[in-house]
């Protein structure tokens, strides 16, 4: 993942500003960062709560809570 537009996970706690995209893991996850970067925006990883989940997601939630994450963009700065 980009790492010069991708923001460390837990940044900003205000998410202001920010569009909440889709929640997903690898592979798919570094694709999407890719793919939204290169579209220009800034992308924010965030872990997701337990409360974010459907009852079919959460055994594998449980299971490797670290492995999926919530992407949210907002447009880049220039």
């Not at 010069?4 to 996850?29: A, I, K, N, V």
């Not at 924010?44 to 079919?56: A, C, V």
């Amino acid at each position: 993942m980009g790492e010069e537009t991708s923001q460390s996970l837990g940044e900003p706690d205000d998410l202001s500003g920010w569009t909440r995209m889709t929640t997903t893991d690898e592979p798919r996850l570094s694709e999407l960062v890719e793919f939204y970067e290169e579209l220009g925006y800034e992308v924010l990883l965030r872990p997701i709560s337990r409360e974010e989940l459907g009852d079919q997601c959460l055994d594998c939630y449980l299971a490797q809570p670290e492995r999926y994450k919530t992407i949210y963009t907002r447009p880049g700065r220039s």
